[in-house]
């Protein structure tokens, strides 16, 4: 073998490699959706107004975190939407308006979304229950518990107030006017791309999307990190929900609805590959931005809800014609 | 050995086979028989079976149970179909809005509805066969899409149904039949037939394994865009159906029917992977998941609690389904 010729491997320029080009380019179209907003609405160009926007963005961000994690390893979340509403809930009602209770509302209630998330991965790994199937019993279930405890919890009863604590974080800011949430999303993405770019985990991931049986010969506990991945989306959820109610200043049933499709929708828009395996992160970041202005610009041209709807479906086909198709079976 | 002993053994290793295989069916008509007698012998000893509750059992179901078969043939291609509750709650709009009370104008706009649902279905169709994308991703769109539409047509709900389309769909055939164990019966009856289609053949070939079936000559792309055309075509029954039940619109009415649809086609041993299982099966399942809230209504448990149940019972039967193969089946 010592006399095999070295074969210098040319690597293809980073830009070709799919998934950077599509993050290359959703972050493009968000950029250019910002200025056609700008160009309706000089003042939507202004930083209160752009990082305003950005807060609304990081809600979807959080969410399809969890949801981007799983997706890579070719499942998905489908209860995110009753996990956020339990958080939610689940903070309002315990801390009961109270500073003092928040101090253990919050773990409290990210400990519920983790657990979810555990049993999730439970059931996919021990009781071989498709995530699909898995993910929506469980969206059910949080969702009759939630309404059976509280007795159908109503927005306008005091348990229903976020600690005053939790809403001042969520929409404080620091000096200079750079929203403190957005500083939070900043932290949790460079996390999620140490994960995914850095860490033996992140790899196990990827592989575990390319192909579970070849990750598991190749050694990899794929029970653990398909476990891991849930559990983490469980947490997400459940903070999303933590967020949302501080945002609002209260907790309200249903606040999780639009996240369900709104969180599959930015990692797909991102480019990440709905088989898993491939994508990242930072193209969910982009995908997040895309559907919060599309949103605010639709909103901005006064078209009704029923238009944005339609707009919103036709800008994940285009998306996806441009780059979400599969190779054709020869 | 003798030969008989031998046909015997081996009539008794098919049977096993094709109960291991059908795990989860088995035991979703075991689960639905239980909960009929039940529920039989509940309302009957409280006086409250009548013609009225059975007719409104089959009436509630019924919505459920067509869209879970429309859901069928996209998942036994190996798809999945979330455009389902839109397309109902767009053909109970356009219901709602434009049905006139006369025998012309309710045929009439029944056939439109109908092909409204049939070529929504078929552009999903088109673009997972031709566009070649993933049905989650396509459906996924065409969900937002046709929800706006719905929202054009009737912003506030609202509109009437006519009393004639509610009687012949919900009604009592003879005051006794409900007219929807009718509908039933020949929904049960198209199935059959069909499956013994040649398109129904190819259904089941893409799903079990597209690259086979390509090979040995079926037509995929024209099985998979006939497969969500029919779809969208169930669920615009399913939206006409609804319509009739609840006589009136609602532009977000059919939403919940996209994940009961996925729920209700598990639950009756459809396999989300392809290739497995039947419509009648998907029915079983509607009927289960609708049963459920009766029973709780029934057994005084808090109605709020509904989705927790059917959650649960959900995820038990596929583990049950597993479980049963585990425990019983041969090590391969």
């Known amino acids: 073998m010592a006399d095999q010729p070295q074969v210098a491997v040319r690597r293809p320029p980073r830009f070709v490699d799919p998934v950077r080009r599509s993050i ?42 969890g949801q981007t994690l799983v997706i890579l390893t070719g499942g998905i979340d489908l209860s995110v939407a009753w996990v956020i509403n339990a958080g939610g809930v689940m903070l309002t009602s315990l801390a009961a308006g109270s500073d003092l209770n928040a101090v253990w509302a919050v773990p409290a209630a990210l400990g519920m979304g983790l657990a979810v998330g555990l049993v999730n991965g439970l059931g996919i790994v021990f009781l071989e229950v498709p995530p699909v199937v898995m993910t929506l019993g469980m ?14 919890f109503t927005s306008s009863s005091a348990k229903a107030y976020a600690p005053r604590v939790v809403s001042q974080v969520v929409n404080g800011s620091l000096p200079g006017g750079f929203p403190v949430d957005l500083l939070l999303w900043a932290a949790i993405a460079a996390t999620l791309w140490v994960v ?20 598991y010969l190749a050694g990899g506990s794929t029970r653990r990190i398909t476990i891991i991945v849930y559990i983490l989306a469980g947490g997400f959820s459940a903070f999303t929900g933590i967020v949302l109610a501080g945002y609002a200043g209260q907790a309200t049933l249903g606040a999780g609805d639009p996240y369900l499709f709104a969180s ?17 992160y930072l193209g969910t970041i982009a995908g997040a931005m895309i559907l919060t202005v599309l949103t605010d610009v639709l909103t901005l041209m006064s078209i009704p809800e029923a238009g944005r709807s339609i707009l919103y479906g036709l800008a994940i086909v285009a998306a996806l014609l441009i780059y979400g198709r599969q190779p054709e079976e020869v | 050995m003798n030969a008989v002993t031998l046909t015997r053994l081996a009539a008794r290793d098919r049977l096993r086979h094709y109960a291991l295989r059908n795990a989860s069916l088995l035991l979703s008509y075991l689960v639905l028989a239980t909960m009929g007698l039940y529920y039989v012998a509940y309302a009957g000893s409280h006086g409250q079976l009548s013609v009225f509750s059975v007719t409104s059992i089959f009436n509630n179901t019924m919505p459920l149970l067509i869209a ?25 709009s356009v219901a709602a809005v434009y049905m006139r009370d006369s025998l012309g104008g309710i045929l009439a706009w029944s056939g439109l509805i109908l092909l409204l649902g049939g070529v929504a279905g078929a552009v999903n169709g088109i673009l997972v066969a031709v566009g070649r994308i993933q049905p989650i991703l396509v459906t996924l769109a065409s969900l937002s899409i046709w929800a706006g539409v719905a ?46 289609t040649e398109l129904a053949v190819s259904l089941y070939a893409v799903g079990d394994d597209e690259r086979s079936a390509r090979a040995n000559g079926v037509p995929v792309v024209w099985a998979k865009v006939a497969a969500y055309t029919l779809s969208g075509l169930f669920s615009a029954l399913a939206g006409l159906y609804l319509s009739a039940v609840t006589t009136s619109g609602d532009a977000t009415t059919g939403a919940i029917y996209t994940l009961t649809s996925i729920a209700a086609v598990v639950l009756g041993g459809v396999s989300l992977f392809g290739g497995r ?14 049963l459920i809230v009766n029973i709780l209504f029934f057994a005084n448990v808090n109605p709020l609690l509904q989705e927790f149940f059917q959650g649960l019972v959900l995820i038990l039967a596929m583990a049950a389904s597993v479980l049963v193969n585990l425990f019983f089946g041969r090590s391969t």
Do not use: K
Not at chain 1, 37 to 58: K, Q, T, W
């Open chain 1, 196 to 215: 995914l770019s850095r860490l033996t985990l992140g790899r196990w991931i990827y592989a575990l999307g390319n192909n579970p049986v070849a990750a």
């Open chain 1, 24 to 65: 290359l380019l959703t972050f493009a179209a968000a950029v250019l959706l910002f200025v056609i907003g700008g160009v309706i609405e000089p003042g939507f160009l202004r930083p209160a107004n752009m990082f305003s926007v950005l807060v609304v963005a990081s809600f979807i961000g959080f969410v399809a975190a």
């Open chain 2, 151 to 196: 929202l054009f047509v009737l912003p506030q709900p609202g509109g009437a149904i006519p009393p004639g389309f509610t009687a012949v769909l919900a009604g009592n055939a003879w005051s006794v039949i409900p007219a929807s164990a009718v509908t039933l019966g020949v929904l049960i009856v198209f199935w059959m037939v069909f499956r013994r």
């Open chain 2, 68 to 92: 879970a078969i429309g859901q069928t043939f996209v998942v036994l291609t190996g798809g999945i179909d979330l455009s389902v509750g839109s397309i109902i709650s767009l053909t109970n």
């Open chain 2, 277 to 290: 299982g039947s419509a009648t099966g998907s029915m079983a399942g509607a009927f289960v998941l609708t």
């Open chain 1, 264 to 280: 599959i929708a930015a990692v797909v828009i991102g480019g990440t590959s709905i088989l898993g395996g491939r994508g990242h």
């Open chain 1, 139 to 152: 969206n059910g279930i949080m969702q009759g518990l939630v309404l059976g405890l509280t007795n159908g």
